[in-house]
């Protein structure tokens, strides 16, 4: 799984990314498919003088991509938090795959032998 990084109002330093790539390296295990995430970490300087530090991440699979961002005080729990969310929006995912579709009227027939006393 390829990740990019990209900062806007602050540097990307190289202990921010290896920490991130620590904490999001379970995505890949969770969703084997996973082609690339995508993080970016912004430095937000409206609430407060310090500024709030937001962490957007988007990651792709075929067919589907999963967005979340957050916001804390600090950048490492940002991530935990976006973490959190990408992997529950990919476990419900998941959860909602349906079985392999049967081939033909032979699931009809089946059923309706059952149902017929």
Sequence with gaps: MDMTFTGRGLHVTDTIREMAEHK????????PRATSLDVEVINEHHPRPDGLKRVEASLRIPRKTFRAHA??????????LVRDKLERQVRDHHGKKR???????????????????
């Design 71 to 80: 916001e804390a005080d600090e950048v490492p729990a940002a991530i935990d």
């Design 99 to 117: 079985p392999p579709h049967r081939k033909g009227a032979l699931g009809y027939a089946e059923t309706e032998a059952r149902s017929e006393p």
């Design 24 to 31: 999001l390296a379970a995505l890949a295990r969770i969703e």
